[in-house]
């Protein structure tokens, strides 16, 4: 056998489960092989054959296996070589057999000594060519390398370390030789023991003077040509008597000496924080102290307080205080405990920065910048971007503030932990906020803004709300003696609600509305409008419309701010809200999420006029925690819903249900979307005009079918075999009639009953009025079909655009097969009139024994071929059933 191949070792990685390694050349016999194991530390050991491993194959031509006692480690390594003792070991004799195979394993085996020298010879350091000028090590480590010590000799890692210490050891001992330099120059210079000192004047200043200081310390120079040294210094000085006041003025009076304090420019509305209390604001020194001072001198409450005036008693409120702080662009870190109005004082409350992407404070956590144990007389706070902290601002106090305005805007809160602003006040009038956004720590169960009691004046606009549990929290204010709310009334403009995923699985909420005691103000003036809440990453059970209890404790003081909702039944009350221009998109990844979820039946007078697109929510008002019919009062009876802006209804998207309840709702639907709906109440009756025509009125048993079949059954009045059940064998399964006699810009009306099937129901059914090809639509409207089996009247209006015949088609709209299938059409009629007719019971529509004919209790009355009028107590079964109760009178 020849060693055909140059192969005399393998190599495998390990995974923690193999233990079998394969080798693919041949050996004479198992101690042959060499195995080594490499771990992840690079450290090298020798398996022992028969202890740490075993070996198949040996003596055979093929290779064979190397089986370890236990799994190779994951990342771990194995080499699996050939090492043969360098010996000749078979004895060739004079005259003896010939053994070819024994020739032939003797010359095998001088191959492969041949081949393991050049295996050893591979793992050395090798120039790459002859003709090379360097070694090359492949990507491999050089280990026990000796120190340099030629020129050209290669370093070791230990070796360039210590030579980095000794280097640097130098440095800094030519470092104190420069600092010795450096110290005694600077002992000859003259020196001020404070932190700074104005530069002196410029050369043309200063030349040909004597070097002074005026009375503020700082250097000016003196000229000697005056008649006393040192009247240039009296001159510069600020000191009362000096400086200005030694200038002679020809008539009027002597300017007053402005003083440039830094208590009094805070109080003249003219600081910066930086500037005159000496924050860095460069996002790593600690600027607390510059803060705390500011504070300090806002505090003074006798500097520039003024009484109300004679005409203004009625207006307590009006108090001239006014300072204001201006914090210029940087990132200022802030790690107090939270800048407090304590109970004493009476304070306006005034800041801002040069704009939200300029100006930044950064907080600890567990901390608001602004904790207010008494509320502001006035606030604004604008043009920041606040980070972290529980939040921005807290007014704490739950006591009736009606003194001014109280606006925040322009803000960037991000990454708060409890509430971006929070109000716990019974009564806060003209609380607003306007062009913020509120970023909360996606983490915690954080509100955007917390408003609560009655707030009239109040408004939170043109702001963005993500990665909050809550983007807004309408709250009640209660204190020992009352509880009015929720943030009565109240406006909520022009926002944008949406979520990133950040906050994973936990459910959020764009608004929460928490009920009121009573149904007095509790929500009314409450107005939504031309907010987007939008769809994105919406995951159960998220609602854009939060109504629910607040738990008793919270993760803070219990406060508004920090109090979580309840899923449990609550008996408050939220009347009078509007809902107006809101674009609702409430479809995300297959989750439809409701408009509204509340846990009160008590909720009603709500008002919607919004814009749905994105389909339509699963509800409008979803009612939750165990709420029962039984429990829908007269209040939840005033609810309106305006179809007028459902855009996906007109795209044709299926009209859900409007909630789970029902009589929840009156309908504005001039575009006739929930026509027949379970939930609608609007059945449009009117009378025959003069130029009535009836151009349909054919039982459905006899409806034209495509890929479809029927059943033929009594229709809603008792028609026998008048209605057919429709099953749809495929998705493309219909029910067609064929109408002739259609005038261009006539009313018509298209009136039909429908119902459930008995088997296989479908969800919805599509009336379609397509031009007489059968391609075109002209007219389309999905039909919700309840999941009771009862009939639901259907009247639409249609005004052709030409003379001549329509088709119209009825369809499931969505077909699942064995499952939503079958569907029930009855009493079809299509008639021009200005008004709709009552169709069921009117004896002008052909009043015959198997279609349209009066029923009077059990008993129906209908005319006969030869034009007698018969009646039967019980439903017909052919045109002379029951009895002739008035015979053909000769017209």
């Known amino acids: 056998m020849t060693v055909s191949t140059e192969v005399d070792h393998n190599e495998y990685t390990g995974n923690g489960v193999t233990t079998t390694f394969p080798y693919k050349f041949r050996i004479f016999k198992k101690s042959d092989l060499v195995v080594q194991v490499v771990d992840i530390n690079e450290n090298i050991n020798v398996l022992v054959l028969d202890t740490d491993y075993i070996v198949t194959g040996a003596g055979g031509y093929s290779g064979g296996n190397v089986i370890l006692s236990k799994a190779l480690a994951n990342g771990h390594q194995i080499s699996i070589s050939r090492e043969l003792p360098a010996t000749q070991e078979t004895d060739l004799r004079n005259q003896g057999k010939f053994f070819a195979e024994v020739h032939e394993d003797a010359f095998d085996k001088l191959t492969m000594l041949i081949q393991q020298c050049f295996s050893f010879l591979r793992l050395s350091l090798r120039k790459p060519s002859f003709i090379a000028n360097y070694y090359d090590a492949l990507n491999n480590r050089i280990r026990n390398l000796r120190d340099p010590s030629q020129a050209q000799d290669a370093a070791t890692k230990n070796y360039v370390d210590g030579q980095i210490v000794d280097n640097t050891n130098a440095w800094k001992a030519g470092d104190d030789i420069l600092d010795q330099k450096i110290d005694s120059n600077f002992r000859r210079t003259i020196r001020v023991p404070e932190s700074d000192v104005d530069m002196v004047p410029t050369i043309a200043a200063r030349k040909n003077s004597l070097f002074g200081w005026n009375s503020s310390s700082q250097p000016v120079p003196i000229f000697s040509m005056t008649e006393t040294a040192d009247l240039a210094i009296k001159l510069a000085s600020t000191e009362m008597g000096l400086g200005g006041n030694l200038v002679g003025i020809y008539d009027g009076r002597p300017p007053v000496v402005v003083t440039n304090t830094v208590t009094d420019k805070i109080k003249d509305g003219a600081a910066g924080l930086r500037k005159d209390f000496g924050a860095v604001g460069d996002g790593y020194h600690d600027d607390t102290a510059a803060f705390n001072d500011w504070w300090e001198c806002l505090m003074d409450l006798l500097y520039k307080r003024r009484g109300v005036e004679s005409d203004e008693t009625a207006v307590p409120f009006m108090l001239q205080k006014g300072p204001r702080l201006h914090i210029e662009n940087g990132t200022f870190i802030y790690n107090g405990p939270g800048l407090n109005i304590t109970d004493t004082d009476a304070f306006v409350f005034i800041a801002d920065g040069e704009s939200s992407l300029a100006t930044k404070i950064l907080l600890p956590d567990g901390v608001y910048l602004f904790d207010f144990d008494k509320n502001p007389v006035h606030a604004h706070l604008a043009n920041l971007t606040i980070h972290g902290g529980l939040g921005a601002v807290r007014y704490k106090s739950k006591q009736r503030s009606t003194n001014s305005i109280h606006l925040f805007e322009n803000l960037r809160l991000s990454r708060y932990k409890e509430c971006g602003i929070s109000n716990n006040a019974i009564d806060m009038p003209y609380f607003r906020v306007s062009g913020s956004m509120f970023y909360g720590d996606p983490t915690k169960q954080t509100v955007g803004v917390c408003v609560s009691g009655y707030a009239a004046g109040g408004f939170i ?49 764009d608004i929460w509305i928490e009920p009121g005691v009573t149904s007095n103000n509790a929500g009314r003036g409450i107005k939504l409008s031309q907010n987007k809440f939008g769809q994105e990453n919406l995951k159960s059970p998220d609602t854009h419309i939060l109504i629910a209890d607040a738990a008793v404790s919270g993760s803070g003081l219990g406060l508004n701010g920090d109090r979580a909702h309840v899923e449990t039944q609550s008996a408050g009350f939220v009347s009078g809200v509007r809902f107006d221009g809101n674009d609702v998109n409430s479809n995300s990844a297959g989750y439809i999420a409701p408009f509204i979820r509340t846990f009160t039946p008590n909720v009603g007078n709500f008002r919607f006029s919004d814009l749905y697109d994105n389909d339509m929510p699963s509800r409008i008002i979803e009612f939750a925690g165990g709420i029962t019919q039984s429990q829908i009062g007269n209040l939840g009876r005033t609810n309106v819903f305006d179809a007028s802006m459902c855009l996906a209804l007109q795209k044709g998207v299926e009209p859900k249900l409007l909630s789970n309840m029902n009589d929840v709702f009156r309908l504005i639907d001039p575009l006739n979307y929930y026509v027949g709906h379970p939930q609608s109440t609007l059945v449009p009756v009117g009378g025959q005009q003069d130029d009535f025509e009836l151009l349909y009125s054919g039982p459905t048993s006899t409806i034209g079918l495509s890929n479809a079949s029927r059943s033929s059954l009594n229709n809603s009045y008792g028609g026998i075999f008048e209605a057919a059940e429709i099953t749809m064998n495929t998705d493309e399964g219909r029910a067609v009639a064929s109408i002739s006699g259609g005038l261009a810009g006539r009313k018509h009306w298209i009136d039909f009953d429908i119902r459930r099937g008995s088997s296989n129901p479908v969800g919805s059914v599509v009336m379609e009025v397509m031009d007489p090809t059968g391609v075109t639509i002209l007219f389309r409207r999905i039909i919700l079909v309840d999941t009771i089996t009862r009939w639901q009247k259907v009247v639409l209006p249609y005004i052709p655009n030409v003379n001549g015949d329509i088709i119209v088609r009825f369809r499931s709209n969505v077909y699942v097969a064995g499952s939503a299938t079958n569907f029930v059409i009855g009493n079809l009629n299509v008639y021009r009139n200005e008004t709709p007719v009552n169709t069921g019971h009117n004896s002008g529509l052909r009043m015959q024994w198997d279609l349209q004919h009066a029923v009077k209790g059990a008993r129906h009355e209908w005319y006969d071929n030869a034009g007698n009028l018969r009646a039967k107590n019980g439903a017909p079964t052919s045109a002379t059933d029951g009895v002739i109760i008035s015979a053909n009178p000769v017209v």
Not at 462 to 487: H, M
């Open 461 to 509: 606009r043109d702001s963005v709300f993500s990665d909050n549990r809550y983007g807004i929290k309408l709250a009640v204010g209660k204190n020992s003696v009352e509880s009015n709310g929720p943030a009565t009334p109240y406006l909520i403009q022009c926002n944008d609600f949406y979520r990133t995923g950040n906050r994973g699985g936990s459910a959020s909420y």
